[in-house]
């Protein structure tokens, strides 16, 4: 079993920046493939960005060039840096990490992005 845990969440005004931690369980964390979403309220959850055991990364387009997912595996922690947060980027984000087939979620951490 592994837990999956997402921090970092908070208020930010438009064009201000947030970073995200999750931080996983497991002395194999180094191969686990690891994602950020994020669900708006009334939307469907959506992917964000994904993170594979090489470090490489993948982006959706709505956050190509504003958001960077890292990982560092001696931390057992990814990370995801958000900047020029819009309105439109407010939304619950969740933490997944992909392993052996099986998929493990976080809880959650809300992003609110008002003036």
């Known amino acids: 079993q592994v837990q999956v845990v997402e921090s970092g969440g908070g208020s930010v005004q438009p064009g201000g920046s947030l970073r995200l931690s999750c931080a996983a369980s497991?002395?194999?964390?180094?191969?686990?493939?690891m994602g950020w979403y994020r669900q708006a309220p009334g939307k469907r959850r959506e992917l964000v960005a994904t993170?594979?055991?090489?470090?490489?990364?993948s982006y959706a387009d709505s956050v190509k060039g504003l958001f960077t997912i890292s990982r560092d595996n001696a931390k057992n922690t990814v990370y995801l840096q958000m900047n020029g947060l819009k309105p439109e980027d407010t939304a619950v984000y969740y933490c997944?990490?992909?392993?052996?087939?099986?998929?493990?979620w976080g809880q959650g951490t809300q992003v609110t992005v008002s003036s």
């Open positions: 993170i594979n055991s090489s470090g490489s990364t």
């Open positions: 997944k990490a992909n392993w052996e087939v099986r998929e493990y």
């Open positions: 497991g002395s194999n964390f180094r191969l686990y493939f």
